[in-house]
């Protein structure tokens, strides 16, 4: 059986170079607090390497990560351009309850146009394949990235895109058994459907709180154990 947390640190701000500090200073608090789990992806740009320097030698704790999505695209300095942005806002934000509110709602606004922008997209759904040697391939540039030997869990990122999902799953399977992986799921992101939540295989679907919609709040079986 799975060993579910009640909490995992999402790390797709996690961006190293001016914050690497800040990055590890949140890490080691979740860790202080029992929270040992933290999730990451090749997309998330410089975010596998820094939870790699921060985690090292650290085999007990759980990472998971993702393949699917190809990493976006960000130089060094803009890197650190961004992460001085970041501390700006952050400090503002804390001395600045005007500014705290404005962030906040561009914030939750910027969320929910990206989700129209995906549902505009031309792209038809399941129409590309995601090969066995693009995966391996990716998951082992994640455990090199993260200095790990294994992944808890390997994610496929917004896999409604790809046309062999079946084939995927079993591809994931195999890499379980190999030892790379111990346990696979789904990452949606562009909507919440019934087809994701019975899907067969055993899988995890992971999804943004607010795409919870007030039907599946109210059903208390869908979180049970």
Known sequence: MIDFSKIIIGCHKFQ???????????????????????????????SEETLGKILIGRQDIKVYSKVGLSRLKQTIINRNLMSIKKITQTLLRRYSSSFSNYYETKIEKRYFNSIQELKKQKRKLGEIPLTEMEIKQSVKTSLKNLKRDNLHVLFVHEPDQFANQD???????K???????????????????????????PTISMFDEKMLTKKYLSDKSFFTD
């Open 16 to 46: 190293g170079g001016f914050e690497l500090n800040n990055n590890r200073k949140i890490v080691d608090a979740a860790i202080s607090n029992g929270i040992n789990k933290f999730d990451t992806a090749p997309r998330y740009q410089f």
């Open 167 to 173: 084939e995927i799953l079993g591809i994931l399977e």
């Open 175 to 201: 890499l379980r058994k190999e030892g790379y992986i111990s346990n696979y799921g789904l990452a949606y992101h562009r909507q919440l459907l019934e087809k994701e939540i019975n899907n067969p295989y």
